[in-house]
């Protein structure tokens, strides 16, 4: 038996083992599918003598691609390795070998999010339409919805979406650039309309393995359908019970059906799991049977069956998150900080238990906020490199043509972009046109840009070692942009620190600056390089899919966040609200913790909620229910207040009193104007003097 296959159960030999027909894995959570992937990988090249260069693997994230690369490399003894990747970094690599069958130019840019979203309030501006109803977010949103289902918007549609749809695609064609629906989408329509290009890669490619199959979208679906279909040697892996991004696109029918697509597949449950203790799996497969739409499974463990899952009902938010903050103190003398997550439904749930973190001195970190590469200094540099790579990218033209500053205006940047679209020219072309809009300085400011970006282009193609590093030094120094950020002296050092951190990033690539560019925009939420610190970590439920902790808070058990307020009459989205319960809950190996409040501040407004109908849902054996009484904890609410006969909330603050906040600690309240939820307090802290609304303001007062 080959030591492929050893330390695996059963039928996680028998998956690995599978060959000749195409094979669904239904991995549940903690079940070691990772483990099964590569195995397999290394499988069949050293038993069945596949060769490396046959074999593509597609994952959703890069920190998967990379985890599948290191241990595929471990198992496989060879400098021969496979396509292990993403969806779109797969689709990067075939448009810049293939996109000219479809009369584009592979020296594309890819345009992120921020990029998007500004083209859109460009158009929404130049189509005089009212931002109040057609929002950038919201139009973005929907041009998404129609790229993920890969269909033309037409008459059914609102006829300005439709206007906005097309204005961006042109403006997106015109500038070279490409969005991370297109990557996927172009490869479709390249393999539809181009059979001889699509048999390269099918014979190319003759074994293919995706991951996390229960998350792809019709595009993603129809590429890996597109390429399977010659040789028919595809093993898909999923689990439909963790299927939580249908917001984005994903299609769970996708892996119900796969029996369906192709016949003589075989199915494989991996149904142990090694994760989490027996009390979790039950409580969580307790919760998960309650879902009609779904592949029927039982995860079991031989773990140990683990305490109790604790549920805390408290008065208010701010106590919820004081009680949470109590509790990692005390689990912080067992567990280490980097094993102990809060697993958040919203976005919004962050602020008050982050201000829990800094009152009790808890060191933490929020993953999925500010990304390194969406920092503005690094998104500057990264524009500069653009323009380099393509120079007709008007968005990264329009970010640093006057930045540092050169004398160049918005009106005539304006005037310059205009014309030029106007005229069919590109930018360097329209420079040089005679009926050029411009006044002369302008005119001269832009020419020295351009001139600029041509002794930048020269110095990148003599460079011969670290050559995106070495480049992004060059244009730190030659633009002045170095010289700019030191002028800072509030800032000016971690500016210059986040670059050197860009110039050391880049010297560990060796790829070309095309290739470099595409890595940094697929860049995602959790691609992050830096070890795991010693810190608690706040996140999104939907963010921690695919990772475990020791120990998980899931604060927000109630009604109106978990299940959202959004999904309450809808069945469909109901079942995805505890699908995404059921993955929070899986993702903790020893401990779980849940908690509500009676009463939170969301969108300005007070909203008393029930506990979450899920509550009822776990087995009650399972569970240890504690209610904190509201006196106990009066003294860490928001603020000091009282109902009225009219229900009005009455805030009890006075000029002299002395209050402590969590962030600036102890303060003397200086002056009090207005009243009921329009209070507003001058407080004096150490720091200087604040203005806070009363309402809002995490405030406890301290007693004489």
Known sequence: MSHLLDHLNPQQQEAVSHFGSPLLIVAGAG??????LTRKIAFLIQEFGVTPQHILG???????????????????????????????????????????????NSSFNIADQQDQTQIIKGLIKAHNLSENTYSATGVLYKIQDFKNRMI?????????????YHAYEKQLKDNGLVD?????????LLFQHHPMVLKTYQDWYNFILVDEYQDTNHSQYTLVNLLAKAYQN???????????????????????????????CKTIYLEQNYRSTKRILETANHLITHNVQRKEKNLWTENEIGDLIKYTQTHDERAEAQNIAKEIITLGEKHPLSEIVILLRTNAQSRILEEAMVHQNIPYRVLGGLKFFARADVKDILSYLRLIHNPQDLIAFKRVVNVPTRGIGDTSVSKFTSFCDAQGLSLREGLAHPDLPLPTKAKENITQFFE????????????????????????????????????DRIKGTDRLEILSELVTMAREEEVELGEYLAKVALVSDLDDNQPNPNVVTLMTMHT???LEFEV??????????????????DPNELEEERRLCYVALTRAKKKAYLSSAQQRLIFGELWRNEPSRFLEELPPEHLEKTNKSPSLFQPQTSSTFTKSSTNAILFDYRPGEKVHHAQWGQGLIQKVDGEGEKMLLVVGFSNGTKKLLAKYAPLQKIQA
Not at 152 to 164: A, K, Q, T, Y
């Open 31 to 36: 079940s070691g599918k990772t483990t099964v």
């Open 58 to 104: 597609i994952t959703f994230t890069n920190k998967a691609a990379r985890e599948m690369k290191e241990r595929v490399a471990k198992l496989h003894d060879s400098t021969d390795t496979p396509f292990l990747g993403t969806f779109h970094s797969f689709c990067v690599y075939v448009l810049r070998r293939d996109f000219h069958h479809l009369g584009r």
């Open 152 to 164: 033309i918007p037409g008459s059914s549609e609102d006829r300005h979406i439709v206007s906005l």
């Open 180 to 188: 991370f629906n297109d990557l996927i989408n172009n490869v479709v």
């Open 234 to 264: 595809i093993t898909v892996v999923g689990d439909f019970d963790q299927n939580i991004y249908s917001w984005r696109g994903a299609n769970s029918r996708n892996i119900l059906n796969f029996e369906k697509n192709y016949p003589t």
């Open 452 to 487: 600029l970006i041509t002794r930048l282009q020269t110095f990148h193609a003599q460079a011969t070692q670290d050559r995106i590093a070495a480049l992004i030094q060059e244009i730190l120094s030659e633009s002045g942009y170095a010289q700019m950020i030191q002028n």
């Open 544 to 546: 921690a899919k695919g």
């Open 552 to 569: 998980v808070f899931i604060p927000g058990f109630e009604e109106g966040i978990l299940p959202h307020y959004k999904s309450k009459l």
